[in-house]
């Protein structure tokens, strides 16, 4: 066997030498030529490709569709099958499956895209070819090839014959051919040498497959096709290649799966024995094809040399991964964002220009690197105009050509949604806080003042006001003013209904005060630490308020845990008649009972009264079960939680596996109805007595003895007018803080409106409603932060995916009146839909409660920083402010963060709860502070930096890269980039 | 301009020129030579690579960590900073975070790897090194720059001094210098000209934050080091590169940021202003180090040639990602698995055998996409030996060896949750089986029997049989054979326990024979198809079991929908004293009775009376709520999907992202034991009645009438015992039937057991402790295949990750007896734990039940094809069938298993339930029709094929590639796999 082995070195040998000699031959060789030396090295395919991609950028090229059919065997017959398809991503046809794969990232190999920049220098190039049926072209790449003798005229008619064979595409039904098809096949077979003309298997029209194709709608309008060919025949012994760009888009028959002219054609024929190479090749062009920069390259490359450019710059952009680390087999999902071929493209314009400052830093590339977080930017709607009301005049002429579509655009079905969820947020709220108010103020505002309110004020601010997504509601600060405001009034018999008209009044002058001087320009100075801080508070106390109303429940239906089953015979509660003796106390509580109705106490039946009833008439309840309530408190429990925990995981439902796209997003946005629906329906078969929704029934004022109308005078002292003043700014102050941060969180730049705000005007109009409301007595509505939170995730669009595999985008949020004023509307009518709305069990609204609350939560960077406590560090996912900021550094802010919170939570408990709103001041004092603990590159990353810093940024970086200024904005007119790229040296050195 | 434009132009064609000029210069061209033509161009890098890899192949290569360290200015100072380090995946230092990133797969440029590979080309390349100091190896690197006239004799000083500067490790605490640091720096500035040697700042031994270094355990123990080094200087104008491998892996002082001896070390030192691509150099030959098949080369190479081969090779196996589809910002996360690298390096052995073959197929590299799954290997455990107890003989011979580390590899963390877990099913399924096998033989088996029997049986197969991870328990087959049999003996007067002992020894017997005639040879024909359908089964009947209890406790406990807490007064129960004139039946009653203490019934005072004690002495309930207990449903309900939803919810949290992964591990083990423990609390704490756990407390049988003892003979005639043949016939297939499938599922080749099993030692035990149960009259065990599965799933073992990001990879399960054994032995001892198991209320224990069948079900296929059902197809998962059959096979196939499923379980539901395990054998029937619906392809990726097909199959394999079979197997001495790669053709043409 050595013997043999010495034998197969020579063997070796001898082929070496025939590789360094193939080597020799190889005169157009194009390297990618390394920058070993100093020398900057401008690339032959840079130039040309700066040239094409310059030519006509005004016209814009069409999507392309790519199709890779390959030549198979089915019995005799030969067949071009459809194998993969691109539209952005590649789908390839299951063999075994007969089915699309996924569509994920085509990772090609490195080497087919080498035989691929190969097959285009050797093969036959023709660029804007007359084309109108396939025969026909196909007869004129032959025509060249012969020409230019790399095929012998002999294997025209093969080569014609198989080029033409039946396209079958996947959206055919397999296989299981046709008897008529198998007598077609019988009578022609592969090695039939007639005319190739009528050898053509190819209709001319698409067929009705064809145009039936739903796929189609997943293809842009202005699409064309690019048609990859790619087989083995035996007659061969050379590849036959030929790539063909079309003169004009032309619907090769039934060439293509989708009714989409082609314009490229690329055709590769080879021997056979390497079917997997070529299909190789042939994956290597589509993705080719349907690259952005290369796509422009082929639409204006003006011979070959121009494409064989194009392969290299796509070789040179490519990204690799190790052999040793990924495993080839791994269809990679396509990515949540792609990088834009914008990018790329500009290299070729302005890329001296770069080039040029570049070196001038002496950074290297670290510049690069260094990215600074995107601007806070509140934009021009709080700069300080310096004129009397020019802020309201500039949100008036903003908003005002919104208008129309502020209401046509409504008319969505996620509109619905929306208004249910909102609806049943905005009725609790007006219940809950109807009915503390109520307890506050003696009944003079109650749950029906509270209806009216929330309608009448809900719906005037969202026809006219600057910002028509936020939600107006009660809101705690409000109510523990009023709590005071009535304790005050009715200590100093002072009229409170009248006082309050006052403060309403001075409070609405103030506003307008505020909103003629431009005032809400002190928002600029709340940053993300402010708003964050805000939200998580309110979202606190609405998860807290929420989980108290369910303890309630437990205290307002005491469970007997001591009940034994069987001694169910013990357990009684009976009504016994109170003492004679004790007669005298009796007269007196019947002053506490107003609509009291004398009765004969004697001539009772107190064994047939019911607890109520018993303890009216001075009975007394004995027994070990009187005080407890079997059932309701366990069945809140199941309910509240089923509400909260079916909601949530409906909203998740959209991104599981099952069902259509559609029908999820149906069911994830209607989630929060699904899940009342689903509880009040538990709720009313089992059947218990738990606390429903209680909607007023009659249109009159709580208190009879107050009419609809507050009178400004007559029931107080004239100085009363006056000093309600002080009072009012106050209530000024509260409800300026309040509406502006909640309306900041709102217009968040995340949110991606596109209407602008008018912070302006929103305050305007909750002016006018503050006076409107205290003179017919309701109370006063600021905007409520997790309900607005709450509309706006309700009516955030998504694009719909385009391309298969591309991820949807978060588009924006539907900016309109309509759901606003719906729900209030619909909130106002609730009055006339209490027999619906009595089936509601309350504990399922705290659920939806806790729901809003913990969901408006989440997506709160404070949050995600919260979470990172308790996150090992390679656990943590990759925020982009943890590439650039010590750990240690997030973990202090965070905890100086959750101490401010703290600090106001406690306050918050307090009567200093009324200033609550004020104490946003003191979060952006601390803020300020924080200026000397982080340094501003730190704040940037994890905050916003505050105006004046901000601006001082700006002015270093102008100073530093002075010269960067002379660069062309993007809006210039391309002559004048043109140019510029001509006319800048080329080199350094 | 346009004269301007035209003199750039001539200026770009100057340039074109000299970039033509320098091409032709570059004479060590190695070219990607695209197999243009019909030839096969065998490669040089490939003759090489193939040379090196065959050479010492029994000498395993280090792994090495390679670690990239940049130069920095730090202030006035230079030094290396560690930027990224990689053990398999790449780990980058975050600048700004000051920490590591995520482990990532190295995404590279190709324009890096050129230069890269231009770079070895041109510098210095040393090889086998004799190195034992830093200084030393830098100076001999320079030595030889200086004799090839690379750099000029000048600089050696000043990249000596470079090169020596400090190495700062990201495990240093960073930046803010001490005061001595900064004296330091003032004293030495980088313009310094003072001698080399004394300006080196690396120590010679590693220092202690080196030694201590917890990444250390991240790095395998035999690892070495291998150092990058690139950076930018004001000196050069041409770069400094060498590629050094000592010839002794030499620990460097403070080099390495661990104390691993380094290897190979690559310098590059550039001129300034091109930073960011010296790092992606840089980063590209760390890659290119950790790569299996680069790092052999590395090792082995001869020559730089032998590098160069060995980048070409990596290029040439490297994916390609296209630049518009993949944004190179995104760090892949490391995928689950990664290919081998001996696939790749096999190629260089086997590659022309590979080749030979390839061409005469003809279907080019179809045949290889064409993969089959493996095939279902039941072992040679289930062979027909043909001898008598040949199988016996062998699974004991099989298990002996592994007597011993049955035991001790019992010792760990995992098997106390195992053991908890079980215990608690098992305690479980013996109360519940106790209680209806007490229902079904008026107490002659009652719950204490249950208790007994469980412990005794388990304990001892756990002990000795084949397979002690199958856990033995009471299943509804036996239930149900159990009262047919007791209802006969009693209507026919037959004494039961007589007739049960007989037939338990007759099934014994039959056992025997089955065990001696190999007869478990049959399970071979149950595929997949059987398996998952019955396993289904029965997880669908723990499943439904579960909510029926819970249904049934709503019926137990009804609970009052009409309560209305305001008329609590009107709800009572009252005993009423029975009607003197009904005192007849009174007598009667007696007699069901028979503990009745006579009492002076007049005398009582009946208010006083519990429910039972009324009904007892014949009193009547009246009352509104007589029927009604308030709160014990809902409570039961709470806890029940509580302690489900909880259990499920901690066995996720490994796989979420807080807390270190230990303690994650360890949460998601006692998940069970948490939830189990968290709902006694809350029961304990909310203190309702709901029912508890009672086991009994005395050790007696149930029936006070029966000893401990059945006597075989006395009581029944003497045909008895031998007409008792017929029904042990029926028992021993029922549990022939049982125990083997449950022992094929628990077999399963995805489980991983190492330790094999034991079929007919299984069946033998079994059929010892049918008799042995028999005579002490306690019930009959069989596998039970839930609790089995659940026994298993909390044994399983993962991998600790070895590199950072490393997907652990399961392992195995613990196979040991001592949680089984443990188990039991508790199940004994709980007559004595009756005062702590009292706490645990049966809504919980059913909350595990219902954990137990779900958990069950996932992972099944049958499952995941199900939900296909409900999954449009392009969200469904990539499983490997479905790439491979059409997805309406895959549902039909999936509906005719459902169908069977649906007509088992109506079966199941009527008397024919005791012959269920029985039409486990038409389960196979069906199977093996469906040979005439499926293609056996089809077949083979759904289910497994049968024996004889399987058989035939690879008779066709052999018939078909018979030259195949010269293949040597891999595990054949490698002696011949040289000689057969240098014997065969290198050409096919």
Same mark, same amino acid.
């Given at each position: 066997?050595?013997?043999?082995?010495?034998?197969?070195?020579?063997?070796?040998?001898? #082929?070496?030498?025939?590789?360094? /000699?193939?080597?020799?031959?190889?005169?157009?060789?194009?390297?990618?030529?390394?920058? *070993?030396?100093?020398?900057?090295?401008?690339?032959?395919?840079?130039?040309?490709?700066?040239? =094409?991609?310059?030519?006509?950028?005004?016209?814009?090229?069409?999507?392309?569709?790519?199709?890779?059919?390959?030549?198979?065997?089915?019995?005799?017959?030969?067949?071009?099958?459809?194998?993969?398809?691109?539209?952005?991503?590649? $789908?390839?046809?299951? $063999?075994?499956?007969?089915?699309?794969?996924?569509?994920?990232?085509?990772?090609?190999?490195?080497?087919?895209?080498?035989?691929?920049?190969?097959?285009?220098?050797?093969? *036959?190039?023709?660029?804007?070819?007359?084309?109108?049926?396939?025969?026909?072209?196909?007869?004129?790449?032959?025509?060249?090839? =012969?020409?230019?003798?790399?095929?012998?005229?002999?294997?025209?008619?093969?080569?014609?014959?198989?080029?033409?064979?039946?396209?079958?595409?996947?959206?055919?039904?397999?296989?299981?051919?046709?008897?008529?098809?198998?007598?077609?096949?019988?009578?022609?077979?592969?090695?039939?040498?007639?005319?190739?003309?009528?050898?053509?298997?190819?209709?001319?029209?698409?067929?009705?497959?064809?145009?039936?194709?739903?796929?189609?709608?997943?293809?842009?309008?202005?699409?064309?096709?690019?048609?990859?060919?790619?087989? $083995?025949?035996?007659?061969?012994?050379?590849?036959?290649?030929?790539?063909?760009?079309?003169?004009?888009?032309?619907?090769?028959?039934?060439?293509?799966? %989708?009714?989409?002219?082609?314009?490229?054609?690329?055709?590769?024929?080879?021997?056979?024995?390497?079917?997997?190479?070529?299909?190789?090749?042939?994956?290597?062009?589509? +993705?080719?094809?349907?690259?952005?920069?290369?796509?422009? %390259?082929?639409?204006?490359?003006?011979?070959?040399?121009?494409?064989?450019?194009?392969?290299?710059?796509?070789?040179?952009?490519?990204?690799?991964?190790?052999?040793?680390?990924?495993?080839?087999?791994?269809?990679?999902?396509?990515?949540?964002?792609?990088?834009?071929?914008?990018?790329?493209?500009?290299?070729?314009?302005?890329?001296?220009?770069?080039?040029?400052?570049?070196?001038?830093?002496?950074?290297?590339?670290?510049?690069?690197?260094?990215?600074?977080?995107? #601007?806070?930017?509140?934009?021009?709607?709080?700069?300080?105009?310096?004129?009397?009301?020019?802020?309201?005049?500039?949100?008036?002429?903003?908003?005002?050509?919104?208008?129309?579509?502020?209401?046509?655009?409504?008319? #969505?079905?996620?509109? =619905?949604?929306?208004?249910?969820?909102?609806?049943?947020?905005?009725?609790?709220?007006? /219940? +809950?806080?109807?009915?503390?108010?109520?307890?506050?103020?003696?009944?003079?505002?109650?749950?029906?003042?509270?209806? !009216?309110? *929330?309608?009448?004020?809900?719906?005037?601010?969202?026809?006219?006001?600057?910002?028509?997504?936020?939600?107006?509601?009660?809101?705690?600060?409000?109510?523990?003013?009023?709590? !005071?405001?009535?304790?005050?009034?009715?200590?100093?018999?002072?009229?409170?209904?009248?006082?309050?008209?006052?403060?309403?009044?001075?409070?609405?002058?103030?506003?307008?005060?505020?909103?003629?001087?431009?005032?809400?320009?002190?928002?600029?100075?709340?940053?993300?630490?402010?708003?964050?801080?805000?939200?998580?508070?309110?979202?606190?106390?609405?998860?807290?308020?929420?989980?108290?109303?369910?303890?309630?429940?437990?205290?307002?239906?005491?469970?007997?845990?001591?009940?034994?089953?069987?001694?169910?015979?013990?357990?009684?509660?009976?009504?016994?008649?109170?003492?004679?003796?004790?007669?005298?106390?009796?007269?007196?509580?019947? !002053?506490?009972?107003?609509?009291?109705?004398?009765?004969?106490? *004697?001539?009772?039946?107190?064994?047939?009264?019911?607890?109520?009833?018993?303890?009216?008439?001075?009975?007394?309840?004995?027994?070990?079960?009187?005080?407890?309530?079997?059932?309701?408190?366990?069945?809140?429990?199941?309910?509240?939680?089923?509400?909260?925990?079916?909601?949530?995981?409906?909203?998740?439902?959209?991104?599981?596996?099952?069902?259509?796209?559609?029908?999820?997003?149906?069911?994830?946005?209607?989630?929060?109805?699904?899940?009342?629906?689903?509880?009040?329906?538990?709720?009313?078969?089992?059947?218990?007595?738990?606390?429903?929704?209680?909607?007023?029934?009659?249109?009159?004022?709580?208190?009879?003895?107050?009419?609809?109308?507050?009178?400004?005078?007559?029931?107080?002292?004239?100085?009363?007018?006056?000093?309600?003043?002080?009072?009012?700014?106050?209530?000024?102050?509260?409800?300026?803080?309040?509406?502006?941060?909640?309306?900041? /969180?709102?217009?968040?730049?995340?949110?991606?409106?596109?209407?602008?705000?008018?912070?302006? !005007?929103?305050?305007?109009?909750?002016?006018?409603?503050?006076?409107?409301?205290?003179?017919?007595?309701?109370?006063?509505?600021?905007?409520? +932060?997790?309900?607005?939170?709450?509309?706006?995730?309700?009516?955030?669009?998504?694009?719909?995916?385009?391309?298969?595999?591309?991820?949807?985008?978060?588009?924006?949020?539907?900016?309109?009146?309509?759901?606003?004023?719906? %729900?209030?509307?619909?909130?106002?009518?609730?009055?006339?839909?209490?027999?619906?709305?009595?089936?509601?069990?309350?504990?399922?609204?705290?659920? %939806?409660?806790?729901?809003?609350?913990?969901?408006?939560?989440?997506?709160?960077?404070?949050?995600?920083?919260?979470?990172?406590?308790?996150?090992?560090?390679?656990?943590?996912?990759?925020?982009?402010?943890?590439?650039?900021?010590?750990?240690?550094?997030?973990?202090?802010?965070?905890?100086?963060?959750? +101490?401010?919170?703290?600090?106001?939570? /406690?306050?918050?408990?307090?009567?200093?709860?009324?200033?609550?709103?004020?104490? =946003?001041?003191?979060?952006?004092?601390?803020?300020?502070?924080?200026?000397?603990?982080?340094?501003?590159?730190?704040?940037?990353?994890?905050?916003?930096?505050?105006?004046?810093?901000?601006?001082?940024?700006?002015?270093?970086?102008?100073?530093?890269?002075?010269?960067?200024?002379?660069?062309?904005?993007?809006?210039?007119?391309?002559?004048?980039?043109?140019?510029?790229?001509?006319?800048?040296?080329?080199?350094?050195?």
């Amino acid at each position: 066997c050595i013997v043999r082995e010495s034998k197969q070195l020579q063997k070796h040998r001898r #082929h070496t030498l025939t590789i360094l /000699i193939l080597k020799a031959q190889i005169k157009s060789v194009e390297l990618y030529l390394a920058a *070993t030396d100093n020398e900057y090295l401008l690339r032959q395919e840079e130039l040309r490709l700066r040239y =094409i991609l310059s030519e006509d950028d005004d016209m814009p090229t069409p999507t392309l569709f790519t199709e890779m059919d390959t030549l198979q065997r089915e019995g005799d017959e030969l067949e071009w099958k459809e194998s993969a398809r691109w539209v952005k991503f590649e $789908e390839k046809v299951e $063999e075994g499956g007969e089915r699309w794969s996924k569509p994920h990232v085509s990772t090609l190999s490195l080497h087919s895209l080498f035989e691929l920049r190969t097959c285009l220098q050797t093969g *036959t190039v023709l660029l804007d070819l007359e084309g109108y049926s396939l025969p026909q072209i196909i007869d004129d790449i032959i025509e060249r090839q =012969i020409e230019e003798g790399m095929i012998s005229p002999d294997l025209r008619e093969k080569i014609s014959f198989v080029l033409l064979r039946k396209h079958r595409h996947q959206t055919k039904k397999p296989i299981h051919r046709s008897l008529a098809d198998i007598g077609k096949s019988s009578s022609s077979t592969s090695e039939c040498h007639a005319q190739s003309r009528s050898m053509n298997d190819i209709a001319d029209a698409p067929s009705t497959d064809q145009l039936k194709n739903k796929f189609m709608k997943k293809i842009p309008r202005d699409a064309e096709a690019s048609n990859v060919l790619v087989g $083995e025949v035996d007659f061969l012994n050379r590849p036959f290649v030929a790539f063909v760009r079309l003169a004009q888009a032309t619907t090769l028959g039934g060439l293509t799966e %989708v009714p989409v002219p082609t314009r490229f054609l690329f055709i590769l024929l080879g021997p056979q024995g390497k079917a997997k190479s070529y299909n190789e090749i042939g994956r290597a062009i589509a +993705t080719l094809m349907v690259d952005d920069l290369f796509s422009d %390259v082929a639409y204006k490359a003006r011979d070959r040399e121009d494409l064989i450019a194009g392969i290299d710059e796509f070789l040179d952009e490519v990204i690799v991964l190790p052999p040793g680390e990924w495993d080839p087999k791994i269809r990679i999902e396509p990515p949540k964002k792609v990088p834009s071929a914008d990018k790329r493209k500009s290299v070729f314009s302005l890329n001296e220009l770069g080039q040029m400052n570049g070196t001038a830093g002496g950074g290297g590339g670290l510049a690069e690197d260094e990215e600074m977080p995107e #601007h806070h930017e509140l934009g021009e709607e709080l700069a300080f105009t310096g004129r009397f009301c020019g802020g309201l005049y500039l949100d008036i002429k903003r908003k005002l050509p919104w208008l129309p579509s502020d209401f046509y655009e409504g008319f #969505h079905i996620q509109s =619905i949604s929306a208004v249910l969820f909102i609806y049943l947020g905005c009725i609790t709220n007006a /219940i +809950t806080f109807g009915g503390l108010l109520g307890d506050a103020t003696d009944n003079y505002q109650g749950v029906m003042e509270s209806f !009216l309110g *929330t309608a009448l004020a809900g719906s005037v601010f969202c026809l006219f006001s600057g910002q028509p997504l936020i939600i107006l509601s009660s809101t705690g600060p409000i109510l523990i003013f009023e709590k !005071l405001l009535y304790d005050f009034s009715k200590n100093n018999s002072i009229d409170y209904m009248e006082l309050r008209l006052w403060i309403g009044i001075h409070s609405c002058l103030q506003c307008f005060i505020l909103v003629a001087t431009d005032a809400s320009y002190i928002i600029r100075y709340m940053t993300r630490f402010t708003e964050e801080g805000f939200s998580s508070l309110i979202s606190f106390i609405f998860i807290s308020d929420a989980i108290k109303k369910l303890i309630a429940s437990f205290k307002y239906y005491p469970i007997n845990t001591n009940f034994k089953p069987d001694y169910v015979t013990t357990y009684k509660c009976e009504c016994l008649a109170p003492d004679p003796s004790e007669f005298i106390p009796w007269t007196e509580r019947r !002053l506490n009972w107003p609509n009291y109705v004398p009765l004969n106490v *004697t001539a009772l039946d107190w064994s047939q009264l019911s607890k109520g009833e018993c303890l009216k008439y001075g009975g007394s309840l004995v027994g070990n079960s009187c005080k407890y309530v079997p059932d309701l408190a366990l069945m809140s429990f199941i309910l509240f939680f089923g509400t909260y925990s079916m909601t949530v995981t409906l909203k998740k439902f959209k991104f599981s596996r099952y069902f259509p796209t559609k029908l999820r997003k149906l069911i994830s946005d209607f989630s929060i109805f699904m899940s009342i629906m689903t509880f009040v329906g538990l709720d009313m078969l089992v059947g218990l007595k738990t606390p429903k929704l209680i909607v007023p029934t009659e249109f009159k004022p709580t208190r009879p003895d107050r009419g609809w109308l507050v009178m400004p005078i007559g029931k107080n002292p004239w100085w009363v007018c006056l000093a309600s003043f002080a009072p009012a700014l106050l209530v000024t102050i509260l409800i300026f803080m309040d509406q502006q941060i909640s309306a900041v /969180i709102v217009n968040r730049k995340e949110n991606k409106l596109k209407k602008g705000c008018g912070y302006h !005007l929103d305050l305007f109009w909750v002016g006018v409603l503050m006076a409107v409301c205290s003179f017919i007595g309701l109370p006063w509505y600021v905007a409520a +932060t997790v309900i607005s939170i709450a509309h706006i995730d309700s009516l955030k669009m998504e694009s719909e995916s385009s391309a298969p595999g591309e991820q949807p985008q978060f588009l924006g949020v539907r900016e309109q009146r309509m759901t606003g004023i719906l %729900v209030f509307v619909l909130t106002g009518v609730s009055i006339f839909l209490a027999p619906v709305l009595k089936f509601i069990p309350m504990p399922v609204l705290y659920g %939806v409660f806790l729901y809003m609350g913990v969901a408006s939560l989440s997506g709160i960077q404070f949050w995600d920083r919260i979470k990172l406590y308790m996150m090992p560090s390679k656990h943590q996912p990759d925020f982009s402010y943890l590439r650039h900021v010590p750990l240690r550094r997030v973990h202090l802010f965070t905890l100086i963060q959750i +101490t401010c919170l703290a600090v106001l939570w /406690i306050l918050k408990s307090t009567f200093l709860a009324i200033i609550f709103p004020v104490m =946003i001041l003191g979060l952006m004092v601390v803020r300020k502070m924080l200026d000397m603990v982080f340094s501003q590159h730190d704040l940037a990353w994890l905050d916003d930096l505050l105006p004046e810093k901000e601006k001082k940024k700006k002015d270093d970086d102008k100073k530093k890269g002075k010269e960067r200024e002379k660069k062309p904005k993007p809006d210039d007119s391309e002559e004048e980039v043109r140019n510029m790229s001509f006319c800048c040296p080329l080199q350094e050195q």
